[in-house]
């Protein structure tokens, strides 16, 4: 088992930035593939960025390809059992309820191939 918790959401303005924690315990985290996702209301769950093993992978899939490469840089840190999402020059589409999801395995897009879900952390940026 692989528990995760995030935290560092909040509300911030358009053109700020915050950092989002994922902090995991349980099972051997360094070998696992983390991922953050993001669910804005009405909207779909969509994959945000995801990393294993030092080797980072950054798509944004449902937004312009622009969304938020560029501004958002997913990293980790074993020693810590971390992994950070920085979020810079935010838009008020970023809106959305942030969740950290980990697997073994390759990193994946898709939602139902992670095992680990945290609670969420909520982002508000203010226009």
């Known amino acids: 088992q692989v528990q995760l918790v995030e935290s560092g959401g909040g509300l911030v303005q358009a053109g700020g930035s915050l950092r989002l924690s994922c902090a995991a315990s349980g099972r051997t985290f360094s070998s696992a593939a983390t991922a953050w996702f993001r669910q804005a209301p009405g909207k779909e769950r969509e994959f945000v960025a995801g990393?294993?093993?030092?080797?980072?992978?950054?798509?944004?899939?449902?937004y312009d390809v622009d969304s938020v490469k560029g501004r958002f840089t997913i990293s980790r840190d074993n020693a810590k059992n971390t992994v950070y999402l920085q979020m810079k020059s935010l838009k008020p589409e970023d809106t959305a309820v942030y969740y950290c999801a980990a697997r073994y395995g390759g990193v994946s897009t898709l939602g139902y191939e992670y095992n680990y879900w945290g609670q969420g952390t909520q982002v508000t940026v203010s226009s």
């Open positions: 990393i294993v093993a030092g080797i980072t992978w950054k798509v944004g899939n449902t």
